[in-house]
Nanobody, 113 residues
Framework: QVQLVESGGGLVQPGGSLRLSCAVS????????MRWYRQAPGKQRELVAA???????NYADSVKGRSTISRDNAKNTVYLQMNSLKPEDTAVYYCNQPSRQLWGQGTQVTVSS
């Protein structure tokens, strides 16, 4: 059974940085695209960043230039490095493997002074 487990969330001050991790277990990883989504209270879940199996990346305009998605196929892990965090980045961040329609449990990111 394939599982996605996120980690790395927390409370950070505006302007700070966080690196989220999503470890995939129980199945192949390197051949699958991966995505990060987020959902703020009262809002719809939105796509934040995506990375293909070949390493091509795409970002939402709201995080472009401040975030970097990457993957380590040897560790079956995808990362989201977020810099210059803003209060509006506060949300639960979810890892997604679209080919299997799998989601992680989410990790809370709170940006506040």
């Amino acid at each position: 059974q394939v599982q996605l487990v996120e980690s790395g969330g927390g409370l950070v001050q505006p302007g700070g940085s966080l690196r989220l991790s999503c470890a995939v277990s129980g199945g192949s990883f390197s051949v699958h695209a991966m995505r990060w989504y987020r959902q703020a209270p009262g809002k719809q879940r939105e796509l934040v960043a995506a990375i293909s199996s070949g390493g091509s990346t795409n970002y939402a305009d709201s995080v472009k230039g401040r975030s970097t998605i990457s993957r380590d196929n040897a560790k079956n892990t995808v990362y989201l490095q977020m810099n210059s965090l803003k209060p509006e980045d506060t949300a639960v961040y979810y890892c997604n493997q679209p080919s299997r329609q799998l989601w992680g449990q989410g990790t809370q990111v709170t940006v506040s002074s």
